[in-house]
Structures are given as structure tokens and as C-alpha cells.
């Protein structure tokens, strides 16, 4: 209440004057008192409530209709933590700005309810130098996890291109953040983002599909690949189950399932292919299978490819040219015989029952392997029933990265496969582990050989949710835009995923889909890429490099200026375009992993000469050497490494 008002009503109770009226009924009506229970009430008072009440209604809407949403930091929980803000954190922030996740305790959100959609950038490159932030604080009475203040640009600042001036004139803090990781290693800050734990509801409903799944847990059937896991993960489609994969000349499918086929006692077979490098590509070699009951090899044959071999690639097949000189076989003979295994048995002309029509058809066989997808391209074979152990079993760390075969085999079967060396893979090895990993399976339940089996795709726990307060019926719809393919690794679950090849690509991209999503998911790389902090992946096709032995100096200023205008424009022109009341998250993941990443090589070239019988006193000319000193070099670099940059803002 205002102090004029309430000055204003006390002098009016304890006023004792007398009203005067020409006649009786004018007496009546500007009468000011009235004696109700012995007390004196004022009409003028409740008058002037009225209008109190009124005013402070029309003040507590102007203050909804001016109110906007923010951020602020909570330093008191943030210097509780032992660590800065780990990208846990900020995908659980994104979780309940658009989703149903709970408030974060390190940060508060004023009006959170008026945050319409989510954008989230990851930029790796974007590092304290680079934006004129003053470094970590290393006093053991300063906190290093706190916010820093991002200092004003001066006009001059501002018009230079050696810098981002995009970050302090919209952002006033970067609070510092932690990578994903252990001693030794930075783990994945995508899979992090991506992948998190899940609601309660949701946790209820797989206790009871697990339950309900546990009675029974004998049933292979129950493991067999969705369609759209088989899509998910890039296997060749037949075409009677979806129009999406283009079959090439050479490539055959097995016989449509029928409708009402016997889902008992089908057969399974346990395969595993070897390949080559030829000029179309990697060409079959060898085959095997085995038969999942009896444990017996059922066909086991080394392949001639149509084209000449350039590689054999034999430290991982295992073939040589001295293996396939006599063999004649083809991969048409090859692919015949496969077919006839994998097609069901046909009917027996000579039953005399009388409902031939409602008998259950023959199951058709399944098939078994470990990314079996490799397998059926190899084999170009489209087939509809198949598991994989890649996705039947966990990897450590979760979804979307899958298990290797030999390290699956050593933890659920106790026992080591692969150990040959140079000498490559044996395909009957690898069939027989597939086939006791789904017989350990089997045994022991769906949740044997899970990791982490309350996580998921952030996209899947957006989609059942309909927003914080029930606005985006449907569910939340989001789009990932990124380099590579998106839509087979972290974005596969979301309703838009874009692959592109460059930052350009990312800035147009996302200024299409935001608009029609709720949340959208973008990474700037091209810093990354001029820092050489992006190497490229070692593969099967080509041998790989040796290691790096020192960290390349960092470009100057100038090397990097062209880089960083061109980011600069790229948040301008996307911050100019996000619609009001658009949550900014940009993060940049991690710092400069190269020195990391040296050590590591280093570390694991010292280790597999151990592993491959060689003394110490014969690994160490060849310039392999690891000491307790490197060791605490690794460490020192990993932690390094994981340190990270958050900025949150609100476009009003």
C-alpha cells in the first residue's frame, strides 16, 4: 500500500464531524458514520479498498505483460559442486526449458513458462584467448567453476576481426563446464548431450515391459531387429517391408515372411564374412555359418572376388593371396546357397490335412551376427529376420556407440577372441561368439549385458512430452543440423535431421528449421577445423597413420581472423532471426584435445607391443616408452582438455 493512502484513511477513522443536511433524506445520504456493534465504519474507506484492490490488479498485470524471461547464475550451489558444470547439466537445462525435466539448482530461471522454443550450438574452438576472458583461476581461495565476466568490447573491438564480438555484447557471463571422461580419456560430449537418463513414467513403463519380457526370456523371437532399428542402422531394406534402400545390380533378397507363419523353432544361423578392397570397394572373401542349435558349421567358404584385389586387408580378415588362389567360388554361387538356407522350408506336397489354408506357414530362418549389416552388404543379401549383438548388448558408455565383438565375448562369455594378431580374424571364431552371446542372453534374461538401461535419446523423451505446461501437443518437435550424417548416429531420433558439409550449410539449415520446431540442435566446426583439433578416424580401408609426436603451434591472429568473422556472422544472422522469447545455449564441449590425444597414441602403441610378446628392452629402440611421469602428463592433459565454455541468453 503507498503511504499517501494510508495517512489518508486514519485521519478519516478517528474524525468525529458532524454532517449537516438541509432536510432529512439529504441528511441520510451524506451521513459519513454509522454505528454498527458499537464500532464506526466509513463508507469512503471501503470506496478506497475497492479501488486499492483494483489498482493492484492492474499493476500485477502490467508486471505479466512487462515481464520477461532470464537467467541468472546461483554461485552459492555452483561453489557446492567438486566440478564445474558438466554437459549432463546443460542437456537437463534444455530438458526443462522445452521438455519436463526438473529446474536445475545452479541456475535460475525467471519466467520460464514464456520460453517458446531452444536453440542449442555446440562451437569447439571458441577458447578464453579468443574472447579476451581472463584464464581459470588457480588460488586455492578462488573458485574455478564460478561464471566469468565477460568485459565489454571497446568500439574499436568491436570492428576487429580477431575476435567473436558477437559473445560480450550479447552474452554478460561464461560459466566454465567439464567434458565427459575419466583419468586417461575425454569421452564423448555428443553422446553426453544426447543421451540422458529417463523420466519416471517412462522408467515405470520399461519395468513393466521388463517384467513382462522376463516370463519369456527364452524366445529369441523378442530380440529380432524393428524396422526401424534395421533403417537406424543402415542395413539393406527388402523391399517388401519399405521402399528405402536401392538395390544395385547383383543384389537379391530373401522370400517375403508370410502373414501367418509359425513363430516356433525357427531356424537361426550365426554368420560372420570376411572382405577384401578391389576397385569397386570391399568384396566378399569368406563366409560362415552356424547352425544355432546343434552348434555345427553349415557352410564355411573362401570367395573369389569379380574384380582385382588391391588390398586383402589380412590383419583384419585374415586372407591371403595364397588362400584364394584355387578358389574358383563365386559370389552368385555364394548368395544361392545362402538364399536357400534362409528361405523358408516349403510346404510338403504330400500331407493330407484338410486346412492346408489355416495351417501356419514355415518360420522363416534367422540370422545372427555382430553388425550384421556389414555382413548382408558384403553378401548383397536383403534379409527381414535378424539380431545383432552390436545392438542386442550394451556398450559402457551407452547408445549410440555399439560394443566391439571381442570385448563382448572376454566380459559376458569370459573368454578371449581375436588374439591372433597379423594374422586376422577367423569367421567361425567370430559366428561361434555371436552365437553364445544370444544363448547367454537367453539364459539369463533381456537385461543381461546392459549398460545404462534407464538412459535415452533426449529426441524420444521430447516426443512424449507435450512442453513444461501442455502448449506443444504432440510432443516437442526437434531437428538436428550437423556435419556428417546426423540422422544415423546422435539425431537419429529426432523429426529432422540434417547432414551438411559446412558451417554455411549449418547457418541456412538452421534458419529454415527453426521455425517449425520447438528445439534445434546446430555445431559450428570450421574453428575447430583451423585449430586442428579435428583428425580424421583411422579405418579398415586404409592402414593407420603414425601418431603425432608434438602439438603444432596454434594459427595466429591473423590465420584465424577470416575464421572468426565468418562465425561472428553466423551468430549475428542466426540471433537476428530466432523468434522473441528463444532460449540461446551455445557450449563449446571441450578445449584443445591434441596433446591428449598424443599421449594416448602413444600410451596404446607401448601397450599393444607388450601385449604382442615383445620385452621392453625390444619395444624401447623403436622409440615406444611409457614412465610414471607420462602417465600424470595424461592426466594433467585430459583434465586440460575437458574444460569448456557455457552461454546462456534469451532473445526478448
Same mark, same amino acid.
Given at each position: 500500500?503507498?503511504r499517501?493512502?494510508?495517512?489518508m484513511?486514519?485521519?478519516?477513522?478517528?474524525?468525529s464531524?458532524?454532517?449537516k443536511?438541509?432536510?432529512?433524506k439529504a441528511?441520510?445520504?451524506?451521513?459519513?458514520?454509522?454505528n454498527?456493534?458499537?464500532?464506526w465504519t466509513k463508507?469512503?474507506?471501503r470506496?478506497?479498498?475497492?479501488a486499492s484492490?483494483?489498482e493492484?490488479?492492474?499493476?500485477e498485470?502490467?508486471?505479466?505483460?512487462t515481464?520477461?524471461p532470464?537467467?541468472?547464475?546461483?554461485?552459492?550451489?555452483?561453489?557446492?559442486?567438486?566440478?564445474?558444470?558438466?554437459?549432463?547439466?546443460v542437456?537437463?537445462?534444455?530438458?526443462?526449458?522445452?521438455?519436463?525435466?526438473?529446474?536445475?539448482?545452479?541456475?535460475?530461471?525467471d519466467?520460464?513458462?514464456m520460453i517458446?522454443?531452444v536453440?542449442?550450438?555446440?562451437v569447439?574452438g571458441?577458447?578464453p584467448?579468443?574472447?579476451?576472458?581472463?584464464?581459470?583461476?588457480?588460488s586455492?581461495?578462488?573458485?574455478?567453476?564460478?561464471?566469468?565476466?565477460?568485459?565489454?568490447?571497446?568500439?574499436?573491438d568491436l570492428?576487429?576481426?580477431?575476435?567473436?564480438?558477437?559473445?560480450a555484447?550479447?552474452?554478460s557471463?561464461?560459466?566454465?563446464?567439464?567434458?565427459?571422461?575419466d583419468?586417461?580419456?575425454?569421452?564423448?560430449?555428443?553422446?553426453s548431450?544426447?543421451?540422458?537418463?529417463?523420466?519416471?513414467?517412462?522408467?515405470?513403463?520399461?519395468?513393466?515391459?521388463?517384467?513382462q519380457?522376463?516370463?519369456?526370456?527364452?524366445?529369441?523371437?523378442q530380440?529380432?531387429l524393428?524396422?526401424?532399428?534395421?533403417?537406424?542402422n543402415?542395413?539393406?531394406?527388402?523391399?517388401?517391408l519399405?521402399?528405402?534402400?536401392?538395390?544395385?545390380?547383383?543384389?537379391?533378397?530373401s522370400p517375403?515372411?508370410?502373414?501367418?507363419?509359425?513363430?516356433?523353432?525357427?531356424?537361426?544361423?550365426?554368420?560372420?564374412?570376411?572382405?577384401?578392397?578391389?576397385?569397386?570397394?570391399?568384396?566378399?572373401?569368406?563366409?560362415c555359418?552356424?547352425d544355432f542349435?546343434?552348434?555345427?558349421?553349415?557352410?564355411?567358404?573362401?570367395?573369389k572376388?569379380?574384380?582385382?584385389?588391391?588390398?586383402?586387408?589380412?590383419r583384419?580378415?585374415?586372407i591371403?593371396?595364397e588362400?584364394?588362389n584355387?578358389?574358383?567360388?563365386?559370389?552368385?554361387?555364394?548368395q544361392?546357397?545362402?538364399?536357400?538356407?534362409?528361405?523358408?522350408?516349403a510346404?510338403?506336397?504330400?500331407?493330407?490335412s484338410?486346412?492346408?489354408?489355416?495351417?501356419?506357414?514355415?518360420?522363416?530362418?534367422?540370422?545372427?551376427?555382430? =553388425?550384421?549389416?556389414?555382413?548382408?552388404?558384403?553378401l548383397k543379401?536383403?534379409?527381414?529376420?535378424?539380431?545383432?549383438?552390436?545392438?542386442l548388448y550394451?556398450?559402457?558408455r551407452?547408445?549410440?556407440?555399439?560394443?566391439?565383438?571381442?570385448?563382448?565375448?572376454?566380459?559376458?562369455?569370459g573368454?578371449?577372441?581375436?588374439?591372433?594378431?597379423e594374422?586376422?580374424?577367423?569367421?567361425?571364431?567370430?559366428?561361434?561368439?555371436?552365437?553364445?552371446?544370444?544363448?547367454?542372453?537367453?539364459?539369463?534374461?533381456p537385461?543381461?549385458?546392459?549398460?545404462?538401461?534407464d538412459?535415452e535419446?533426449?529426441?524420444?523423451?521430447?516426443a512424449?512430452?507435450?512442453?513444461r505446461?501442455?502448449?506443444?501437443?504432440?510432443?516437442v518437435?526437434?531437428?538436428?543440423?550437423?556435419?556428417?550424417?546426423?540422422?544415423?548416429?546422435?539425431?537419429a531420433k529426432?523429426?529432422t535431421?540434417?547432414?551438411?558439409?559446412?558451417?554455411?550449410?549449418i547457418l541456412e539449415?538452421?534458419?529454415?528449421?527453426?521455425p517449425s520446431?520447438?528445439?534445434?540442435?546446430g555445431?559450428?566446426?570450421a574453428?575447430?577445423?583451423?585449430?586442428g583439433?579435428?583428425?580424421p578416424k583411422?579405418?579398415?580401408?586404409?592402414?593407420?597413420?603414425?601418431?603425432?609426436?608434438?602439438?603444432?603451434?596454434?594459427?595466429?591472429?591473423?590465420?584465424?581472423?577470416?575464421?572468426? =568473422?565468418?562465425?561472428?556472422?553466423?551468430?549475428?544472422?542466426?540471433?537476428?532471426?530466432?523468434?522473441?522469447?528463444?532460449?540461446l545455449?551455445?557450449?563449446?564441449?571441450?578445449?584443445?584435445?591434441?596433446?591428449?590425444?598424443?599421449?594416448?597414441?602413444?600410451?596404446?602403441?607401448?601397450?599393444?607391443a607388450?601385449?604382442?610378446?615383445?620385452?621392453?628392452e625390444?619395444?624401447r629402440p623403436l622409440?615406444?616408452t611409457?614412465?610414471?611421469t607420462?602417465?600424470r602428463?595424461?592426466?594433467e592433459?585430459?583434465?586440460?582438455?575437458?574444460?569448456?565454455?557455457?552461454?546462456?541468453?534469451?532473445k526478448?
Amino acid at each position: 500500500m503507498k503511504r499517501g493512502a494510508s495517512e489518508m484513511a486514519s485521519a478519516e477513522v478517528h474524525s468525529s464531524k458532524k454532517a449537516k443536511a438541509e432536510n432529512g433524506k439529504a441528511a441520510q445520504v451524506v451521513q459519513a458514520t454509522e454505528n454498527v456493534g458499537g464500532e464506526w465504519t466509513k463508507v469512503e474507506k471501503r470506496k478506497k479498498k475497492k479501488a486499492s484492490r483494483i489498482e493492484a490488479k492492474v499493476d500485477e498485470s502490467h508486471a505479466i505483460l512487462t515481464a520477461h524471461p532470464r537467467f541468472m547464475y546461483s554461485n552459492t550451489e555452483i561453489v557446492k559442486r567438486s566440478n564445474a558444470i558438466a554437459i549432463d547439466d546443460v542437456r537437463d537445462l534444455v530438458l526443462h526449458l522445452i521438455a519436463d525435466a526438473p529446474p536445475p539448482n545452479w541456475l535460475r530461471i525467471d519466467n520460464s513458462h514464456m520460453i517458446q522454443k531452444v536453440v542449442a550450438l555446440l562451437v569447439p574452438g571458441l577458447t578464453p584467448d579468443l574472447l579476451s576472458l581472463p584464464p581459470l583461476p588457480t588460488s586455492a581461495i578462488i573458485n574455478p567453476n564460478l561464471p566469468l565476466s565477460i568485459p565489454l568490447l571497446s568500439p574499436s573491438d568491436l570492428d576487429s576481426a580477431a575476435n567473436i564480438p558477437f559473445i560480450a555484447s550479447t552474452f554478460s557471463h561464461a560459466c566454465p563446464t567439464r567434458a565427459p571422461g575419466d583419468q586417461t580419456r575425454m569421452h564423448s560430449v555428443l553422446s553426453s548431450f544426447f543421451t540422458g537418463p529417463v523420466s519416471g513414467e517412462e522408467k515405470k513403463r520399461r519395468l513393466t515391459q521388463r517384467v513382462q519380457s522376463e516370463i519369456n526370456k527364452s524366445d529369441p523371437t523378442q530380440y529380432l531387429l524393428s524396422l526401424e532399428q534395421m533403417i537406424e542402422n543402415e542395413y539393406p531394406i527388402p523391399s517388401y517391408l519399405a521402399d528405402v534402400f536401392e538395390k544395385s545390380s547383383g543384389w537379391l533378397e530373401s522370400p517375403e515372411p508370410a502373414a501367418n507363419e509359425n513363430k516356433w523353432n525357427q531356424k537361426i544361423y550365426a554368420i560372420d564374412c570376411e572382405m577384401c578392397i578391389t576397385e569397386d570397394g570391399k568384396e566378399l572373401t569368406r563366409v560362415c555359418l552356424i547352425d544355432f542349435t546343434s552348434g555345427i558349421v553349415v557352410y564355411d567358404q573362401l570367395v573369389k572376388p569379380s574384380k582385382p584385389i588391391l588390398d586383402y586387408l589380412t590383419r583384419w580378415s585374415g586372407i591371403t593371396a595364397e588362400a584364394l588362389n584355387p578358389v574358383t567360388t563365386t559370389l552368385a554361387q555364394v548368395q544361392a546357397h545362402i538364399l536357400r538356407l534362409l528361405s523358408p522350408p516349403a510346404a510338403n506336397p504330400f500331407s493330407l490335412s484338410s486346412s492346408k489354408t489355416t495351417e501356419p506357414a514355415p518360420p522363416t530362418p534367422i540370422l545372427l551376427g555382430h =553388425s550384421l549389416e556389414s555382413d548382408l552388404k558384403a553378401l548383397k543379401i536383403c534379409h527381414p529376420r535378424c539380431i545383432d549383438t552390436a545392438l542386442l548388448y550394451h556398450h559402457p558408455r551407452g547408445r549410440p556407440l555399439k560394443p566391439g565383438l571381442a570385448w563382448l565375448t572376454k566380459k559376458w562369455c569370459g573368454r578371449e577372441i581375436q588374439t591372433r594378431g597379423e594374422g586376422g580374424h577367423d569367421p567361425e571364431e567370430d559366428a561361434r561368439a555371436c552365437l553364445d552371446l544370444l544363448k547367454k542372453k537367453l539364459e539369463n534374461g533381456p537385461g543381461y549385458g546392459e549398460f545404462k538401461i534407464d538412459y535415452e535419446s533426449i529426441f524420444e523423451r521430447m516426443a512424449r512430452s507435450n512442453g513444461r505446461h501442455g502448449r506443444m501437443t504432440g510432443g516437442v518437435k526437434t531437428a538436428v543440423v550437423d556435419h556428417g550424417s546426423p540422422s544415423v548416429m546422435h539425431g537419429a531420433k529426432a523429426n529432422t535431421a540434417i547432414g551438411c558439409k559446412s558451417d554455411d550449410e549449418i547457418l541456412e539449415n538452421l534458419l529454415n528449421v527453426i521455425p517449425s520446431h520447438q528445439f534445434a540442435f546446430g555445431r559450428f566446426m570450421a574453428l575447430a577445423n583451423m585449430l586442428g583439433w579435428v583428425t580424421p578416424k583411422a579405418s579398415a580401408d586404409q592402414p593407420p597413420a603414425a601418431p603425432a609426436t608434438t602439438v603444432e603451434p596454434p594459427p595466429s591472429l591473423v590465420d584465424l581472423a577470416p575464421i572468426l =568473422s565468418n562465425l561472428d556472422k553466423h551468430l549475428k544472422t542466426l540471433h537476428a532471426s530466432l523468434p522473441p522469447r528463444t532460449a540461446l545455449v551455445i557450449f563449446t564441449g571441450h578445449s584443445d584435445p591434441r596433446k591428449m590425444s598424443i599421449l594416448n597414441a602413444r600410451k596404446n602403441a607401448f601397450e599393444s607391443a607388450l601385449k604382442s610378446g615383445k620385452t621392453p628392452e625390444e619395444i624401447r629402440p623403436l622409440g615406444l616408452t611409457w614412465s610414471a611421469t607420462d602417465g600424470r602428463d595424461l592426466e594433467e592433459a585430459v583434465e586440460l582438455a575437458r574444460r569448456g565454455l557455457l552461454f546462456l541468453g534469451i532473445k526478448q
